[in-house]
């Protein structure tokens, strides 16, 4: 038996109610897919074809209920952007998976945020260069625990929320959603295999916008616990 020569830490999220966790194998991300959000973007909401990019496994921060969670300031940037999403968490894949069928592969829901270096993201944009920059940075998505759907159920619809020092900023339901969940998971495995471990950021409402240092964002989703973060500076 051959030994690496280090171990790597695998990210994990909490499983509500439960001494287990949730190993994380890759974080898909959907774009635009609340048609409020893609006008505010810049582009036509109707429905051309999900795109996807991906964060690195290690950006998650785990989120858990009932604190406010430190989150660093990042490097690099003079707009960083909050985009509260609902994440579904996969313990089955496959390739080519029916709509009907896409469902079946969810372990489970959690809060998360996609958090972006919105200045970062548009400049790669207008070069035409890749986004990961603005999206993949150490951190750049704060997750909850995982609630299972043999417990909770799906979440098809009910409020989706984000509040920076108690101000309402973005609002919307989960059936606001242009590409359901269960579309995304058909779409992603035509292009990628699915496998148990991944997970989907399924898109953000309209009004997304800016946070500062000192500022405490207070993420909602019905039927799950609130995700709450406080912005802070990075370590020297
Ligand atoms: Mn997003």
Redesign the pocket.
Same mark, same amino acid.
């Given at each position: 038996m051959t030994k690496q020569i280090f171990e790597v830490a695998r990210a994990a999220i909490p499983v509500a109610g439960m001494d287990q966790t949730f190993p994380v194998r890759r974080i898909y991300?959907?774009?635009r897919n609340y048609a409020a959000h893609a006008r505010e973007m810049g582009s036509d909401p109707t429905r051309e074809p999900p795109f996807f990019f991906q964060k690195p496994s290690d950006a998650i921060q785990v989120v858990m209920p009932g604190v406010t969670a430190e989150h660093p300031y990042p490097s690099l940037t003079k707009n960083y952007h909050y !985009?509260v !999403?609902l994440v579904a968490a996969l313990d089955k894949g496959g390739r080519n998976i029916p709509v009907e069928k896409a469902l079946e592969c969810v372990y489970g829901y959690a809060v998360g945020l996609?958090m =972006?270096r919105r200045d970062l993201q548009s400049e790669m944009k207008d070069g035409k260069k890749p986004w990961d920059i603005g999206k993949g940075f150490d951190n750049g998505a704060p997750v909850g625990p995982i609630h299972p759907v043999a417990k909770s159920g799906h979440l098809k619809a009910g409020e989706i929320s984000l509040s920076v020092n108690g101000t309402v900023k973005q609002k919307a339901d989960l059936s606001d959603m242009i590409w359901s969940i269960a579309e995304q998971i058909s779409r992603l495995s035509q292009l990628f295999e699915l496998k148990a471990g991944d997970l989907i950021?399924s898109? =953000?409402p309209e009004n997304v916008g800016p946070v500062i240092v000192g500022d405490t964002m207070v993420a909602k989703i019905v039927g799950l616990p609130d995700l709450s973060l406080k912005i802070v500076k990075p370590a020297a």
């Open positions: 991300c959907i774009g !985009e !999403e996609d =972006t950021m898109g =953000t």
